[in-house]
């Protein structure tokens, strides 16, 4: 099992930056092998898909943060990041991190379902 756990959520400003982490313990040492995303979920509305980063690298990102948003990832330290600039208040949400064995097909990456490892997230909030 890979465990995952979210860190460096918080509050800011609307315009303001925000960095997520996520690390990964447990069966990491094919952490390269595995597909990571990050997925939010605001009071009453269903889960949805920020942005992933495939196990061959590419990455797939929501229309709604597309070009401010950034997801990255540093294999030597399994840990998984989301850089969030510009944020807005339709942004505030708790942030998940996920991870999914090997490859997801481009058409799928964005849904929660084919993610089986998931963190206990992390709040961010927005304020205008």
């Known amino acids: 099992q890979v465990q995952l756990l979210e860190s460096g959520g918080g509050s800011v400003q609307t315009g303001g930056s925000l960095r997520l982490s996520c690390a990964a313990s447990?069966?990491?040492?094919?952490?390269?092998?595995?597909?990571l995303g990050w997925f939010r979920q605001a009071p009453g509305k269903e889960r949805e898909g920020v942005a992933t980063i495939n196990s061959d690298g590419d990455t797939t990102y929501a229309g709604s943060v597309k070009g401010r948003f950034t997801i990255s990832k540093d294999n030597a330290k399994s840990t998984l990041y989301l850089q969030m600039n510009t944020l807005k208040p339709e942004d505030t949400a708790m942030y998940y991190c996920?991870?999914?064995?090997?490859?997801?097909?481009?058409?799928?990456?964005?849904?929660?379902?084919?993610?089986?490892?998931w963190g206990q997230g992390a709040q961010v909030t927005v304020s205008s």
């Open positions: 447990g069966y990491t040492y094919n952490y390269n092998s595995y597909s």
């Open positions: 996920a991870a999914a064995w090997g490859s997801v097909d481009l058409g799928w990456r964005l849904s929660p379902s084919w993610y089986a490892y």
